[in-house]
């Protein structure tokens, strides 16, 4: 009966250390993007300016709807970059502006 008690504690020791080195990772990563925060913004500007101009052009022969999403997505990118958003959000909003963008292309 103890060895079984002394097993379920273990197990739950290793997990809580795998999810704590997962943060570690996670945190090291959010904070190295923003250290290089003036080098990614210029690749992030270009390709979810131009991804979204390309879409915009197919998305106008589609619908409204369509190209209304596509800008606001773009749009949306674009204004946290100016407003000096953290790189977490700026990270996020470009990668679903970029899936939008080529999802438009594409379908």
């Known amino acids: 009966m103890d060895t079984l008690i002394q097993e379920s504690k273990?197990?739950?020791v290793a997990s809580s250390n795998i999810k704590i080195a997962f943060n570690?990772?996670?945190?090291?990563?959010?904070?190295?993007?923003?250290f290089n925060r003036f080098g990614l913004v210029p690749m992030l500007v270009v390709i979810?300016?131009?991804?979204?101009g390309?879409?915009?052009?197919?998305a106008i022969q589609e619908s409204p709807v369509i190209l209304a999403i596509v800008v606001?997505?773009?749009g949306l990118s674009e204004a946290l970059i100016l407003a000096v958003a953290p790189m977490r959000i700026i990270t996020i909003a470009a990668s679903l502006s970029v899936l939008i963008s080529l999802l438009t292309i594409i379908l």
Do not use: D, P
């Open 10 to 12: 273990i197990t739950n």
């Open 24 to 34: 570690t990772k996670l945190t090291t990563l959010w904070e190295t993007m923003e």
């Open 48 to 52: 979810v300016a131009a991804l979204g």
């Open 54 to 58: 390309i879409a915009g052009a197919f």
């Open 72 to 74: 606001f997505s773009t």
